[in-house]
């Protein structure tokens, strides 16, 4: 049918052999760095398209503009718990809260505790919704 001689032969499947080899290494590391990192490694102040205003208090958007929520934003059920509680550092006309408020908890837990917040009321707030630890 066709020849093909012993050089071109072993240079193909030595070169056959290490492209598998090189493929399977990046897949098992690719497969074990998932594990290690946590995504979004930056998290934003605030829900897009809220503002952040002096003492670190995100405002809300005006009535009518995108991102603005659909429930009441004075309340919230942090994880694990069975009642519902203030927003931690909601202002007191309860336009915005204080994102880096003890309130919302430390680390992991604090992001999580946002996530539910901002998914039960229809907020969209990138590096908090849509992370991949909770």
């Not at 659909?70 to 809260?97: C, H, M, Q, W």
Request: charge should be negative; glycine fraction near 8%.
């Amino acid at each position: 049918m066709f020849e093909i001689d012993s050089f071109y032969l072993i240079i193909l499947s030595v070169a056959i052999f290490i492209l598998i080899l090189v493929l399977g290494f990046m897949g098992w590391m690719l497969s074990h760095q998932k594990d290690e990192i946590i995504f979004p490694q930056v998290t934003i102040s605030c829900p897009d398209f809220w503002t952040l205003a002096e003492d670190n208090v995100c405002m809300q958007p005006d009535a009518g503009k995108f991102n603005r929520g659909d429930g009441s934003l004075t309340k919230y059920r942090a994880i694990g718990s069975a009642t519902n509680v203030d927003v931690p550092g909601i202002n007191k006309d309860e336009t915005g809260f204080n994102s880096s408020d003890a309130g919302w908890g430390t680390g992991k837990s604090a992001t999580c505790n946002k996530r539910k917040w901002a998914n039960d009321n229809g907020i969209i707030w990138d590096s908090v919704t849509n992370v991949n630890f909770c």
